[in-house]
């Protein structure tokens, strides 16, 4: 895909800057980048992101996205694009620690919408998530579902939502707002608040017998591949069909907990019924969810491509060649 910008004013190549680029769906995003032949920059404090993920042709600062360092390289970079990706995670911590969460996620959000602003940026993407539409009132969620997040993580990033969308459009920033289903795939951290995917993946490499679901495992989830979230992120970076937009990114399919140990115990060539160990549900847990898809294949021209089983083929792959380096 060539970007929209690639022959503008100035020559050369297409300026990015990603925050949480050393992280798991940002070093997707970063290798997507680098593909286009885009010179790309890296924000990320490397508090869960990691050096090893970054390529040596990548400018990284590592700095928190809060700090007058960050909004400093922003300006110096000068990017054409800013796809923000940096956020505390953990709807645990979150709960625990609302005013960290809200720092992080809201704080740092204004600050990376006010250096590019200062930088002359021409687009930010902010990636959100599904979290902001809570119990789902129907199913799939469409951009227009009533937004009544459970968690204040879902909180935080619904604000940063109206930030981004208020600050940029008084400073004439373009901008796309993506909310994100449950990303999995390779780079995922399969320790403190892992997406399942990355737990099991985990276990199925470490050789464990039997897979741990919470609940029944009936509880299902539109799990999409980080590499297909890093084109639609790509996408709404340079596509002017996209400025301005709510786009749900996602599969549109629902795929139960169950199913989901199923399909990793075939991916990794296990024959027969995948053993589980069924655990206390967890608090708040929502019973399904699935995305409505069809904005982002409006305004983006995408659709997830990477089938269920080949993803967790992917992710096996790259969780086993990390447990033997």
């Known amino acids: 895909m060539t970007p929209d910008w690639s022959q503008m004013a100035g020559g050369g190549r297409p300026r990015a800057v990603v925050t949480g680029g050393a992280g798991f769906i940002g070093s997707h995003l970063v290798e997507a980048l680098l593909a286009e032949g885009w010179r790309v920059g890296v924000v990320d404090d490397l508090s869960s992101g990691r050096v090893s993920r970054v390529p040596p042709e990548v400018e990284l600062a590592a700095v928190d996205v809060r700090s007058p360092q960050a909004r400093d390289f922003i300006r110096s970079f000068r990017p054409r694009a800013v796809a923000h990706l940096a956020a505390q995670v953990s709807v645990a911590r979150s709960v625990g620690d609302p005013l960290l969460d809200a720092d992080v996620n809201v ?8 250096a590019s602003r200062e930088a002359g940026v ?35 990033k619904l604000a940063g939502e109206h930030y981004v969308r208020v600050l940029a459009e008084a400073s004439g920033v373009g901008w796309v707002v993506l909310r994100y289903a449950n990303v999995y795939g390779p780079c995922q951290d399969a320790h403190g608040e892992a997406g399942v995917v990355a737990v099991f993946a985990d276990r199925v490499v470490r050789g464990d017998r039997v897979l741990p679901v919470h609940g029944d495992g009936l509880q299902t989830r539109d799990f999409v591949y980080a590499g297909d979230v890093a084109e639609a992120t790509l996408r709404a970076m340079t596509l002017e069909s996209a400025s301005g937009r709510i786009l749900n990114v996602g599969t549109g399919r629902g795929t ?54 080949e993803g967790l083929r992917r992710t096996l792959r790259a969780t086993s060649r990390r447990a033997t380096s």
Do not use: K
């Open 122 to 156: 021409r687009r930010v993407v902010f990636a959100s998530s599904a979290a902001v539409y809570g119990a789902p009132a129907y199913l799939p969620l469409d951009e227009g579902h009533p937004s009544r997040p459970l968690s204040p993580y879902g909180i935080s």
């Open 256 to 309: 139960s907990v169950l199913e989901l140990a199923q399909a990793i115990w075939r991916a990794a060539g296990r024959e027969g019924p995948v053993p589980v160990e069924h655990q206390a549900a967890r608090p708040g847990d929502i019973r399904h969810s699935r995305l409505d898809v069809s904005q982002a294949a409006q305004a983006l021209g995408w659709q997830a491509t990477v089938e269920l089983e």
């Open 107 to 114: 704080g740092g959000t204004i600050a990376i919408l006010l």
